[in-house]
């Protein structure tokens, strides 16, 4: 039986907790130790969206967290169907959108975004506007990143935009494990079980 360890999920854009619920309850099923945050602005905690919430802020809520409460160094990261900005790149830097506003309304998704029905209502009354600082401020990193050990991208085959150049450049990368998997963009929602899998292996 593979070791227990603690894991700590990072939702995307326009969501919360609830978003990685299904992983998290799987991981905990399986005897790990797991920690979701909501980002600051977002979810349960979009009450807080009116404090200039950027991306330093969003940061700062993850690295508090492991700070806070896991001891352990970080054995491996998984990004699934993400964006590895360079030092000083935002999202906006790199999809060529820069929206205006304080705030960015969810976009609409099409219906095949989702499993069924039940999803797309329960998607869609979750999600809540995203602080548009969060989008545009640069990201300062130092690549410490890299000297992980384990490092996974998992990529959503079902959508073709916009990371399939991204999981191409990193299948090249000795230090990378590209895995695919044939669905929409919400993996977490759409194939909770393959990416629990996944998630448990990389320990």
Not at 23 to 35: E, S
Not at 38 to 66: K, P, Y
Not at 73 to 79: D, E, H, L, M
Not at 139 to 157: D, E, M, S
Request: hydrophobic share 45%.
């Amino acid at each position: 039986m593979r070791k227990p360890a603690t894991f700590v999920l990072v939702h995307g854009a326009w969501a919360g907790a609830w978003a990685v619920t299904r992983i998290a309850d799987r991981l905990t099923a399986k005897g790990h130790r797991v920690y979701a945050p909501t980002l600051s602005g977002l979810g349960e905690r979009s009450h807080l969206a009116a404090c200039g919430i950027n991306l330093t802020t969003h940061v700062n809520d993850i690295v508090n967290e492991i700070t806070w409460k896991i001891r352990e160094r970080i054995a491996s990261i998984v990004y699934v169907d993400a964006f590895i900005p360079a030092d000083g790149q935002s999202f906006a830097d790199i999809t060529g959108w820069n929206p205006d506003g304080a705030m960015v309304a969810p976009p609409a998704m099409p219906e095949d975004a989702f499993a069924n029905e039940a999803d797309q209502a329960w998607v869609t009354s979750k999600a809540t506007p995203q602080p548009t600082a969060t989008l545009k401020e640069g990201l300062r990193i130092t690549g410490a990143y890299q000297r992980v050990a384990k490092k996974v991208y998992v990529r959503a085959t079902g959508w073709a935009r916009p990371f399939a150049a991204l999981a191409h450049t990193l299948k090249s990368d000795p230090g990378w494990t590209v895995i695919e998997i044939d669905c929409g963009h919400d993996v977490a929602n759409l194939r909770p079980d393959e990416l629990t899998a996944i998630l448990d292996a990389s320990t």
